[in-house]
């Protein structure tokens, strides 16, 4: 017992020093998606560079004569460019809310997992509808080969969004929920 009167006796403390360890999950998965993402936006930006100049020189060949080039639509370029910019940034701005612990990074990134399994979906039926008519004026062995080997190609398409719900599965814990504020 110590006594109150006294003042060189050391305070009681009743303090309990409990830190919750947070989960690293949210840092790692923060950082992974800051440089998946500049990677991205890098990519992005060569598409858009590489769009108009190839629209250049096909256009230049389709004057002289040349036939044009089954599914190489520059529309569809473009609009994949500028789509691929934009998630770029969505998933640099969902790894620094993740860096800081924010459940607002947690939660962008269940709907950035939903967006990139409808645009996957999306582009595994355009590519598979452009590769079938790039194939369709050759022998009927051949197309059917080409085109079975062009769908094995797309599915690459459904690689990512299976990675994404696996991360999402890891960021919906309950503990790593948790650790974020």
Do not use: C
């Amino acid at each position: 017992m110590s006594d109150t009167n006294n003042p060189y006796t050391p305070p009681e403390s009743d303090v309990n020093n409990n830190l919750q360890a947070r989960s690293s999950i949210p840092k790692v998965i923060g950082i992974i998606s800051i440089v998946l993402g500049a990677l991205g936006l890098l990519g992005g930006l060569f598409g858009i560079a590489s769009t108009f100049m190839a629209s250049g020189a096909l256009e230049a060949m389709q004057a002289e004569g040349a036939p044009p080039i089954p599914g190489l639509n520059k529309s569809y370029m473009l609009g994949s460019s500028i789509i691929s910019i934009l998630t770029s940034i969505w998933a640099i701005f969902i790894g620094f809310k993740l860096l800081k612990y924010l459940d607002l990074g947690r939660r962008h990134f269940n709907y950035y997992t939903i967006l990139t399994i409808i645009i996957s979906i999306g582009t595994f039926f355009y590519t598979k509808s452009m590769m079938d008519e790039m194939f369709a004026g050759l022998d009927s062995e051949v197309a059917s080969a080409a085109g079975g080997m062009a769908t094995l190609g797309s599915m690459g398409a459904f690689v990512a969004p299976v990675i994404l719900i696996i991360v999402a599965l890891l960021l919906n814990q309950q503990n790593v929920k948790d650790s974020l504020s």
